[in-house]
Nanobody, 122 residues
Framework: QVQLVESGGGLVQAGGSLRLSCAAS????????MGWFRQAPGKEREFVAA????????HFADSVKGRFTISRDSAKTTVYLQMNSLKPEDTAVYYC???????????????WGQGTQVTVSS
């Protein structure tokens, strides 16, 4: 079992930055790819970014390429989503996810966090 806890959400003005963190715990954690999804009010949850267990491969949704980066610490227990040049349309609840590979975590991850709210004002 894997437990995921997000933090770092909040209110920011358009053009600003936020960094989200996801602390993970559980067995065989270092073998998991991790990712981020988001869900805006009235919309379906959508993929944002993912990173391989080694940290050597990353994958992003087109809507955030060039603005967001994803990384994980050397212990592989925390993943970060650095969000720059934020836009009002980035407003959503952001969820951390984990699964066996970048392909799986980007599409149908098994493990989810509880989410953290990000609000970007215009």
């Amino acid at each position: 079992q894997v437990q995921l806890v997000e933090s770092g959400g909040g209110l920011v003005q358009a053009g600003g930055s936020l960094r989200l963190s996801c602390a993970a715990s559980g067995r065989t954690l270092s073998s998991y790819a991790m990712g981020w999804f988001r869900q805006a009010p009235g919309k379906e949850r959508e993929f944002v970014a993912a990173i391989s267990w080694s940290g050597g491969y990353t994958h992003f949704a087109d809507s955030v390429k060039g603005r967001f980066t994803i990384s994980r610490d050397s212990a592989k227990t925390t993943v970060y989503l650095q969000m720059n040049s934020l836009k009002p349309e980035d407003t959503a609840v952001y969820y951390c996810a984990a699964d066996s590979s970048v392909v799986v975590v980007s599409t149908r991850p098994k493990y989810w966090g509880q989410g953290t709210q990000v609000t970007v004002s215009s």
